[in-house]
């Protein structure tokens, strides 16, 4: 058994070896991610971006005067199948790789990749070492990563603020304690302002004057939350009850209408950062349009963030003049690139500059983009 | 100095509405030897009534305390309706079954109105007006107590003194001292046993209703789901204090308000649930019954 399927394996390398030379007058895109099982629904709308931009794509007349081929693979978000999948992809000879969905998939196929001088575009892994620990210079993202927003929280309160003491609380949970954990790293890189106090609160207790108290003994005069609305709703109250004047800057579960509602003129003034508001983009609308009328449904998750990394591909393909690995790499990280989620370029460690969050501001009870 | 009475009003206030909460478990427990799960839902069906009640007098033009006390009284009446009905429909029932069977029924009443709660009116967080105004002597000292936590203090007072007064000179405290004492004897002595348990529903419902109607003003918001961890919390204090003792119910709320409010102030607000259950753990060991519960010889 395992002799014959590595004499297919053998066959199979021998076909794709061959593969390059005959059809060298197409632009090869692999698409890896989930397309079965469970996650499928975060690797279909993705997929479906890359198969309308390509058809879009070939019907103008492709890249550099040639069609654009797609070689589609799927890996469930299985690390180990996703190295299968690479294997496969690079075997296939794609130039550029849109893929793949979840961080850890993508982490384990990128190595391979690497070896082979491809450079690989996620629409949704946001785990920050993907980009941050430098291994994989092929790598990029349209995503905003996971401490993203915390960094933008902190650096748009230290240009913009009056921040010298800094007390960080949040809730407990993955997501509260992922965007506390992220601000004070990025305030203790910055330098500048003291963190003061750093602890989890109880989510759902019936009050929280005493922290409250002791947030003002510390003297902060910020106080950074990570978390969810209920409990930002309370903390807020309870500030304006105590006579606390500490900054609430906060997270994307916080900035919710809820939020709004529940704390009243306590949330005034608060900040909180979100999700862009995209759909003002006519790149943006177009591309809703035509997953809609092509598929008769509204796209699901990182349709958007898909539909932009392959334009990005392509586009730096384009600019490149060439499918040659640094040339592509090089022209993603100079040119800019109008899609669905703005106009983008890369930064030198792959992530999407000006792509995902906004800081918000409570003022006359809504939130108000700012900068 | 300061920052010792802010945590030491803190806690205060936070205890006081434990207490209130504490006490109905340990009136039930008292009478019945039933702990009644179900507790913690009455006190949210209250801050719920209270905001409906809110909403309309707004509508009116009412003043803050006005509202207030309008709110707390129809939330009460209403909580007093619910903990009556409950007990009819799910713990007459079971009177003579095990005490297995009854504590079953309450959790599962408990899991009940929550729900129908969720259904009946939001999942959401709803806003709760506040309803007490910021008085304006008070504001020099509004950072360590201020006019919500005052008002919380003195309502929780005034309750039970009334209730102290209740049971302790009135007729109906004293069937209700017998019952606790023994129920088939105070039966057998002319006292209707299931009007003194319906009516130790109805005063603990009020009591939760009462707490429920503070706690919302004060920190402005309600959800379906905040009877569950109050319920916890009053219902660790009540067997702190001594389950079935009603002044023991009153302290076990103090200690663990303060417990939790010292906690967070001196050490970590990470550390504050530890602390309140690592000491309630300490006190069972050395005292059993709680810190003023009474060891019952169990009836052969």
Redesign the interface.
């Given at each position: 058994m395992k002799k014959i399927s590595m004499l297919c394996a053998t066959l199979l390398l021998a076909f794709s070896v061959a593969v390059p030379g005959v059809a060298a007058d197409t632009i090869k895109l692999g698409v890896a991610g989930p397309h079965s099982g469970d996650l499928a629904p975060y690797g279909i709308p993705a997929m479906r971006a890359a198969q309308l931009v390509v058809n879009q794509v070939n019907e103008q007349g492709g890249v550099l005067g040639r069609q654009v081929e797609l070689f589609i693979q799927d890996e469930q978000c299985n690390p180990n199948v996703a190295t299968n999948a690479a294997t496969r992809l690079v075997s296939d000879g794609v130039h550029v790789v849109m893929g793949h969905i979840c961080s850890g998939a993508t982490r384990a196929a990128l190595g391979i990749y690497r070896e082979a001088g491809i450079p690989v575009m996620s629409p949704s892994a946001t785990n920050p070492p993907l980009t941050q620990s430098g291994e994989y210079p092929n790598f990029f993202r349209t995503i905003a990563s996971d401490d993203m927003q915390s960094k933008l929280a902190v650096d748009y309160a230290l240009a913009n603020l009056d921040v010298k003491k800094v007390a960080i609380?949040h809730d407990?949970g993955d997501y509260g304690r992922g965007f506390a954990d992220f601000a004070r790293q990025a305030l203790e890189e910055a330098g500048g302002a003291e963190i003061v106090l750093f602890?989890?609160?109880?989510p759902?207790?019936?009050?929280y004057?005493?922290?409250i108290?002791?947030v003002?003994?510390t003297g902060a005069d910020t106080l950074i939350y990570g978390g969810y609305?209920?409990e930002a709703?309370?903390l807020v109250?309870?500030m304006q009850?105590?006579?606390?004047n500490a900054t609430f800057i906060s997270d994307d579960g916080v900035k919710d209408d809820?939020f709004l509602?529940?704390?009243?003129s306590?949330a005034e003034g608060a900040y909180a950062t979100g999700p862009r508001d995209l759909s003002h983009l006519p790149l943006n609308q177009a591309a809703v349009q035509a997953y809609r009328s092509t598929y008769g449904a509204e796209p699901g998750a990182f349709f958007q963030e898909g539909y932009a990394a392959t334009l990005a591909l392509l586009n730096a393909i384009e600019k490149a003049g060439t499918t040659d690995y640094d040339a592509v790499v090089n022209s993603l990280r100079t040119e800019y690139v109008d899609t669905p989620v703005g106009r983008i370029k890369f930064d030198d460690k792959g992530d999407a500059e000006g792509v995902g969050f906004s800081v918000f501001k409570v003022v006359d009870g809504v939130f108000v983009e700012m900068n | 100095m300061d920052y010792f009475l802010e945590l030491f009003f803190s806690g205060l206030t936070r205890g006081s509405i434990y207490a209130l909460i504490a006490l109905g478990y340990t009136m039930v427990y008292g009478i019945i030897q039933l702990i009644n799960f179900a507790h913690g839902e009455i006190y949210m069906i209250g801050a719920f009534v209270a905001l409906i009640v809110s909403g309309v007098c707004t509508i009116y033009g009412l003043s803050g305390f006005a509202i207030l006390i309008l709110a707390a009284a129809i939330a009460a009446v209403y909580a007093a309706a619910y903990g009556f009905t409950l007990e009819r429909v799910a713990y007459r029932p079971l009177r003579g079954s095990p005490r297995l069977s009854a504590l079953i029924s309450a959790i599962g009443m408990s899991i009940f109105l929550q729900n129908y709660v969720l259904l009946a009116q939001t999942p959401d967080f709803l806003p709760f007006p506040r309803l007490i105004p910021d008085l304006a002597f008070i504001e020099p000292v509004a950072h360590i107590i201020g006019t919500p936590e005052l008002v919380i203090l003195i309502t929780t007072l005034i309750t039970m003194v009334v209730l102290t007064f209740l049971i302790k000179k009135t007729r109906v405290g004293k069937a209700m001292r017998a019952t606790q004492q023994d129920l088939s004897m105070a039966r057998l002595v002319g006292i209707n046993v299931d009007n003194v348990i319906s009516l130790t529903f109805i005063i603990g419902s009020v009591m939760a209703a009462i707490g429920g109607v503070l706690v919302a003003s004060y920190i402005g918001q309600v959800s379906f789901y905040i009877g569950f961890l109050a319920g916890i919390k009053a219902f660790t204090a009540a067997v702190l204090g001594g389950i079935g003792s009603i002044p023991g119910a009153v302290l076990g709320g103090l200690i663990i308000g303060w417990s939790e409010s010292f906690a967070a102030g001196y050490i970590s607000s990470d550390y504050e649930d530890v602390i309140t259950f690592v000491l309630l753990v300490v006190i069972l060991i050395f005292r059993p019954a709680g810190i003023l519960g009474k060891v019952h010889k169990q009836k052969v």
């Open positions: 609380l407990r602890e989890g609160i109880t759902g207790a019936m009050d004057s005493s922290i108290q002791r003002r003994r609305h209920p709703s309370k109250t309870q009850r105590r006579r606390v809820s509602n529940v704390a009243g306590a | -």
